[in-house]
């Protein structure tokens, strides 16, 4: 699912247009006013608009405002080639299902084909629709598929799960990762906007999308409460150990781990 990225440009008319002028030929990119196909991170789709000079574009925007525009320099091929299963690599694509590295072309499997990042730039596949991002877990920085729930991670094994991050290079950007989370597994940061009535939260920073603070999963202590979620509980399900001292109708914390407020 989604961050602001990659964006493919294809132009919706002509590149490349001449402009004559006093008798000189001046190649431009494209023809001003000309509406341009891009991308933001996360793989959602908007437009920009071609400038005055016919050598620029204006921002690319969606239906939920403006994204960062972000040029097609990734590689998903860079980072780690020895594997978590070392020895030969296969022919499996980033963030296909695998058990060993020897499987990976990348060489490294963390439950899918992944490698090793310094930038999210390196995880997304933009040419077969792959998206993700750099997250920090189990003892290093590895690309993680985006997920907004548990079940979009079932495929990669019963110790990936669908948890809550931050993104490394921008700490207003938050969004949820399939990963080997083990005990740092929880959901949503705290302060991500979300509505309880309609079950929506807000990831990448501008995009609404279905899904609760805990991510389905089940213990996790993060509810929505006014609006934003919050490390809190409304039933017991909602603890660690079902010890939620709610009353329902109102947040209240886990009493075993009484830390309300706090993720």
Do not use: H
Request: proline share 3%; hydrophobic share 30%.
């Amino acid at each position: 699912m989604l961050r602001w990225l990659l964006a493919t440009v294809v132009v919706v008319g002509s590149l490349g247009a001449f402009v004559a002028c006093g008798g000189d030929e001046t190649t431009t990119l494209c023809d001003p006013g000309t509406e341009v196909f891009c991308k933001c991170r996360g793989g959602f789709e908007g437009t920009k608009t071609c400038l005055d000079d016919g050598n620029s574009f204006g921002d690319c925007t969606t239906d939920e405002g403006s994204c960062p525009d972000v040029s097609q320099t990734t590689s998903t091929t860079t980072g780690d080639t020895t594997g978590a299963g070392g020895g030969a690599t296969g022919d499996k694509g980033l963030y296909d299902a695998c058990t060993d590295g020897s499987e990976c072309a990348s060489g490294t499997c963390e439950g899918f084909c992944t490698t090793t990042c310094t930038s999210y730039e390196q995880c997304t596949d933009d040419a077969n629709m792959l998206y993700g991002d750099c997250v920090e877990y189990d003892g290093g920085t590895f690309c993680a598929p985006y997920c907004t729930g548990a079940s979009e991670c079932g495929s990669y094994g019963a110790d990936v799960a669908c948890g809550g991050a931050i993104a490394l290079d921008d700490a207003t950007l938050s969004f949820g990762a399939c990963a080997k989370w083990g005990s740092a597994l929880a959901g949503m940061p705290a302060g991500t906007l979300c509505d309880d009535q309609e079950n929506t939260i807000l990831v990448l920073g501008d995009y609404v999308v279905d899904g609760l603070c805990s991510l389905d999963n089940a213990g996790v202590a993060d509810v929505c409460v006014f609006g934003e979620c919050t490390n809190a509980c409304f039933e017991d399900a909602d603890c660690p150990a079902l010890d939620c001292d709610s009353s329902g109708s109102t947040p209240g914390c886990c009493t075993s781990a009484p830390t309300c407020g706090v993720n």
